[in-house]
T-cell receptor, first 111, second 116 residues
Framework: SQKIEQNSEALNIQEGKTATLTCNYTNYSPAYLQWYRQDPGRGPVFLLLIRENEKEKRKERLKVTFDTTLKQSLFHITASQPADSATYLCALYTGGFKTIFGAGTRLFVKA | GAGVSQSPSNKVTEKGKDVELRCDPISGHTALYWYRQRLGQGLEFLIYFQGNSAPDKSGLPSDRFSAERTGESVSTLTIQRTQQEDSAVYLC??????????????FGPGTRLTVT
């Protein structure tokens, strides 16, 4: 069956460190992958998109990698801040403009 | 500018009643999505509208769920004969046409539905 897996356990890191979140998928061949941020009680907010022919994408303190052989994307936040604490969702475009979301990983950045 | 808005923000209903949830997308966005998010879980795709094309209803969980969209504006999601398992946050998102580069979806704040 088709699955998207993100670490269900929360990630706790110290301010200033790099946070690395993982998104693994099976039985998909997505044309692109997106990362969203979701704060409690709010809808997700788009952060980055990476296409299947791109290995890496950066935006300010964010970096996303996409390995279609491993079927994995890594999402990095460098120099993390307490304000980065949120749930981060990965999403795959599977064709027909349907987007499949992972369950998300909660990130806590301690001051 | 105005983002995606949804109403009501909270809805408590009795099992067996019908509910109607509303979504106002960003003006000019031709694509509109509905998702369901149960507590602690990811977003579950329900339905997708693109312009005047037939909607993609493949995610609707049962025939109790239906959605409509008037042109490229307001959408309503209707749940008939609500069940307790329908309790969740219902999120609406809109995006530019399929020709956009980022396929970025802009989400509303959601409607929290509680079926008692």
């Amino acid at each position: 069956s088709q699955k998207i897996e993100q670490n269900s356990e929360a990630l706790n890191i110290q301010e200033g460190k790099t946070a690395t979140l993982t998104c693994n998928y099976t039985n998909y061949s997505p044309a692109y992958l997106q990362w969203y941020r979701q704060d409690p009680g709010r809808g997700p907010v788009f952060l980055l998109l990476i296409r299947e022919n791109e290995k890496e994408k950066r935006k300010e303190r964010l970096k996303v990698t996409f390995d279609t052989t491993l079927k994995q994307s890594l999402f990095h936040i460098t120099a993390s801040q307490p304000a980065d604490s949120a749930t981060y969702l990965c999403a795959l475009y599977t064709g027909g403009f349907k987007t499949i979301f992972g369950a998300g990983t909660r990130l806590f950045v301690k001051a | 500018g105005a983002g995606v808005s949804q109403s009501p923000s909270n809805k408590v209903t009795e099992k067996g009643k019908d509910v109607e949830l509303r979504c106002d997308p960003i003006s000019g966005h031709t694509a509109l999505y509905w998702y369901r998010q149960r507590l602690g879980q990811g977003l579950e795709f329900l339905i997708y509208f693109q312009g005047n094309s037939a909607p993609d209803k493949s995610g609707l969980p049962s025939d109790r769920f239906s959605a409509e969209r008037t042109g490229e504006s307001v959408s309503t999601l209707t749940i008939q004969r609500t069940q307790q398992e329908d309790s969740a946050v219902y999120l609406c998102a809109s995006s530019l046409s399929r020709d956009t580069v980022s396929y970025e979806q802009y989400f509303g704040p959601g409607t929290r539905l509680t079926v008692t």
